[in-house]
C-alpha cells in the first residue's frame, strides 16, 4: 500500500521501518527532517508536510502528546488538509479521550476516516514488530489496513466503532503499569526497613502470583534501583496518569489510586526525577520510608 | 515422619490430607472435633489438644488469624507445653510479624524450633497441593522437613533465619492482591462509565501486559461482578491488610495505596460487604462513580 | 468616579449596588440582560456589550468561571477592546492562577491597568458590603481604586504587583475551606456511628478550639444534614479544587488532601449531589460509613 | 475535697497545682517520685503507689499514653485495689476509646465510678487554669466533682453516661487540629512554590475565614518553620491519629483524610522528626514538593 508515516520518534522510527520491510511504500515526517532523511536508505520518502506524508491511502501519525499530534492534524500544512476523502488517518499515538474525540469530529466532517491504534510495548518491541494494537473505529478501514498493523505488531484487538475507547483503554492499562510500580515501591520499602532482601521479595512475587513479563521488567528496575536511562520518562507517565484523571473526571468517577500516583510523580518531578524512568515512582517511596 | 496438624479449615484439611497420602503419621486437632474426626478414615488420629498434637517431630498450624494462633500456641494445653525439646512448629497461618516474632521468641526459650511457612493459593491449589511455600527459620529444621512441604505445595521458597520474613512476604504479597484488585475496581468503572465494555477491556490487559493467573482470575470476577460466595472473605483481605500497615508502622513506612485499600475495605463492610469475597472491593469503586 | 460592572450574578448583583449606594456612576453589562436593567431603578446605565461598561475608569468582572471571564475580556466586543489605554480592569472572580496570569499579559500588551481582586463571603457578605478582598496588581491602580473597594467591602488585603498571587491566594482559601468541610464530615460520621450527637460534638469543636464563623456556619449545614439551597454550589466547590490542583501541578506541588477532596466531590456528583451545597461532602463520608 | 492525682507531667503538674491553690487535699503520685515531692511544698502529700493516691474521694489520672494509664489502674498497687467503693476514678488522658471502655467495665465491677474528662489545651492552658474539659461519665459523680473541674478548667462540656464518648471527642478534636496542620502545610508549599510570602497567606486566612487560636498559634509556628521545642510532640500526634482511626475502625467508618496524616507522621518519623513538634507535619508537605 501507499501510506504516510508522521512522527520518528523512539518508538515511530521502528514502527516505519517494519512497514518498509514489508513492502509497503511510505512517506515520512518528522519535525526534525533528518529523522526522516535517515529512513530514505530503507525506501522511505522523506516529505516536507504532514499534508504531502498524508498523500497516500491512509497516514499513521505517533506523537509525544497531545500538543504535537494536534499540531500535524490542525496545522496548515496538516494531516486534515493534506489527506484526500474516504482515506484514513490511523493516530497510534497516546493521546487524551477529549482529543481523540475532536480528531474523530473533524475527520469525519471532511469525509476522512479516523482510526484510533494506540500500542502497547517499549521501542525494543516496537523494533521486533511485537507491539499490541488496540483498535478503534471504521470497521471498513481497519480490516483494509489490517495487513499493516499485522508488520508493526504481534496482536491486534479491536474493540469497536468508537476511536476513543482505543485510547481509554491505552490510558487505563498505563495506569495499571503506573499503580503497579506505585504498589512495588511500597512494598520494597516495607521489605527493605524490615533488612529483609527485595530482590528475593520480588523473585517470590513474579514467579508466583505475579508472573507476568510486566512485573519481572519493573520489579528488576525497582529492585536495582536501575532509574537512568529512562524507558519510559516520569514526565511522561505523569501527563498519561493526568490524562486518565482527566477522563474520568468526565464521567465522575474517583481513582483514588490514580490521585495517589499522581501525587508521587509530582514529588519525583519536584526534587528533580522529571526524566527519570517512571520507576522512579519507587523512589519516592523509599525516600518517604526514610530510605 | 509423625506429625501434628493443629487448624482443619478450608486450607488445614486439604493440606492434612496431603501430608497423609504421602505416608505420614498425623496427629490432628480442630476446635470442633468433628473435623479432625473426618479424617480418621484416612488414616490421621484425631486428638483433643493442641499439646498431643505436638507430641511426634514437629507440628503445623493452619489457623485463621493471630488469635486463633496464640491460643493453640500458648494456651493452657496448648504447643509450647506440648512440644518437645529439639522438636518444630511450622506455622502456616498469614499471622502478623509481631505475633511471628513473638513465637520464634517463646520457642527458642523452650529449645524448640520454629520456622514460619505461610502460602499463596486458595483452597483448590491446596488440595491439588499446588501450594507455594514461604520458608523462613531454622535451615536444619527446614531441611528435614522438606519433604513434607513437598507432600502439600509445588515450590518452596526458602528465605533466611528470621521466620517474621516470611510473614512479611505473605502479607505483602496479600497486600499486592488486594491493590491490584482496587486498581482493576478503579479502571473498570472508568470503562463502564465511557459505555465501553469491561470483560474486553479487561481481556485486552490479561492476555497482553498482564498475563498472569491471578489478574486474570480477578478479572474475571471483576467484569462479571461476582462476589459470592467468598473465595476469600472481604473481612479477612482488610485483616491482612490491617496487618501490613502495622508492620509498616513499626518501621516508620507509608503505605499510602494500602490506606486507599483499607478505607475502601471499610466502606465495604459498612455496607454489609464482610461476607462478600474481597474482590468486592471493585463494587465500591462502582458505586463511588455512581454505579 | 465612572466605572462599568460586568457580571451581575448572586455575588456581583449586591457588589454593583453597593457600588451606586457610594455614589459612583455605573454601566452594567450582563449576559442576561434584564439582570442589568433590574439595576437602572438604582442608577445604573444598562449596557449591550463588556466593551461599553469598559468605557469609564474602571472596569469591574465577577463572573462564575474562566469561561466566562475570557469571553468577556478577549471576546469580540470585550473589555479589551472597549478599555482606554491606562484604565484598569479589576477582576473579582475566582478564576484560575493560569487565566490571571494570562489576562495580565493581555492588558499589559495594551497598556491598559489589570488587579486581581477576588473575594471572600457568601452572598449575604456581599449584601452587607462585608466581603474580605485580596488584591494584587500596580500600586497606582489599586490605590486609586480604594474607595471602591471600600463601598463593597470590609476590608482589603494587598499582597504584590503581581495579580495572579491574589487568585492563588483565593483559591488556597477555598481549599482550605473544603477541606475543613470533608474533615469535619468524617469526624461526624465517626461520631454518630459511635452512637453520639455530632451536634453536640461540633458544638464543643466550635466553642473551643476551632471558634471561627466558617465552622459554625459549615458545622451546622452538617450536623443537619442540611445540604439545600446550596449558598456554593458543589460543582463550583470542584471547579475550585481543580484550580488550585493546577496550580499546584504547574509547580510540581503535590497535595494529597486536595486529592482526596477532589475524588470525594466526583463522587457526590456521581451520586447526583452536583447543585447540593459543597457542604454535602460531608454526605459522602457519611454514606462511605454505611450512614 | 480529698482527692488524689496521678500523673505529674507537663500538663498534670500544673493541674495539680491547681487543685491545691483551691484548697483540695491532695495525695500525688508520680513515677520518678521527685516531681511528686516537688509538689509537697505547695501542701501536696508524696505517696509511693497509685493504690494510695485513691485513698480519698476521688483520683485523677493524666498520664502519657494507654499503657502508661492500664499500668496505674490495673497494677499490682493500682487504682483498681486502693479506690473505695462508691468513690470516683477520673480519667484526664488522651486515652483510647477502647481502653476507656475497658476501664468503665473495670471500675463498675468493683462498684466504682468512672468518669472520663479528657481536657483541650497545651501546658500554658493547664497552668492559667484554661483548659476546656469534656466529661462523661455517671452524672452524680460529674456534679459533686465540679468544683474540682473549675479549679483546671475555664469550662465544661458534660456529654452523657457513656464515658468513651468524651474520649471519642478528644481524639476526633486532636484528628481535626492534625489535618489543619496538614492542610496549612500542603497551601504553605503551594504558596512558597509559586514565590508568594506564606507569612502573608497565613496572616489573610486567620484575619479572615479562620479566625481562630487554633489556627493562628499552628499557622505562626508553619510559617516561621518553627518546630523546635516540641508542644506537642509529632510522636504523640501519631499515636492520636492512630487512636482515632482504631475507633473509626471498629466501627466501619473510612477516614481518608486521617490516613493521609497518618501515613505523613510516619514519613516524618522515618526522616527523623519523630520529636519535632506535630506541626512538623508541614515540613513533610514541603519536603514533598522539592522544598
Chains 1, 2, 3, 4 share one sequence.
Not at 526522516?36 to 491511502?57: M, N, Q
Not at 524512568?277 to 525516600?287: G, N, Q, T
Request: glycine share 10%; net charge negative.
Amino acid at each position: 500500500m501507499d501510506v504516510g508515516f508522521v512522527g520518528l520518534g523512539l518508538m515511530g522510527l521502528p514502527m516505519a521501518r517494519n512497514l518498509l520491510k514489508a513492502g509497503h511504500r511510505l512517506r515520512v515526517y518528522n519535525r526534525s527532517r533528518s529523522r526522516a532523511e535517515a529512513l530514505e536508505k530503507d525506501g522511505a520518502i522523506a516529505v516536507d508536510t504532514p499534508a504531502e506524508a498524508s498523500a497516500g491511502d491512509a497516514v499513521f501519525t505517533m506523537l509525544a502528546n497531545d500538543q504535537a499530534a494536534e499540531e500535524v492534524v490542525f496545522g496548515g500544512e496538516g494531516i486534515l488538509k493534506g489527506l484526500g476523502q474516504g482515506r484514513a488517518h490511523i493516530s497510534m499515538s497516546t493521546i487524551t479521550v477529549d482529543l481523540s474525540e475532536r480528531l474523530a469530529q473533524a475527520h469525519h466532517e471532511k469525509g476522512q476516516a479516523y482510526v484510533a491504534a494506540p500500542v502497547f510495548g517499549r521501542p525494543e518491541a516496537a523494533a521486533a514488530a511485537k507491539l499490541f494494537i488496540v483498535l478503534a473505529g471504521e470497521k471498513g478501514a481497519i480490516e483494509k489496513l489490517q495487513p499493516l498493523f499485522e508488520a508493526m505488531g504481534q496482536r491486534t484487538f479491536v474493540l469497536g466503532q468508537n476511536p476513543a475507547e482505543a485510547n481509554l483503554v491505552k490510558l487505563s492499562g498505563n495506569f495499571l503499569i503506573a499503580a503497579m510500580i506505585e504498589c512495588l515501591g511500597e512494598t520494597v520499602a516495607l521489605v527493605r526497613k524490615h533488612g529483609a532482601d527485595p530482590r528475593r521479595f520480588l523473585e517470590i512475587m513474579t514467579e508466583t502470583l505475579f508472573a507476568a513479563p510486566v512485573y519481572r521488567t519493573y520489579g528488576a528496575l525497582i529492585a536495582d534501583q536501575n532509574y537512568e536511562p529512562a524507558g519510559f520518562k516520569l514526565e511522561l507517565g505523569l501527563k498519561d496518569v493526568r490524562s486518565v484523571l482527566a477522563a474520568a473526571e468526565t464521567k465522575s468517577v474517583p481513582m483514588p489510586v490514580a490521585s495517589v500516583v499522581r501525587d508521587h510523580f509530582l514529588s519525583a518531578i519536584a526534587r528533580g526525577g522529571a526524566n527519570l524512568d517512571w520507576s522512579a515512582l519507587a523512589k519516592v517511596a523509599a525516600e518517604d520510608a526514610g530510605l
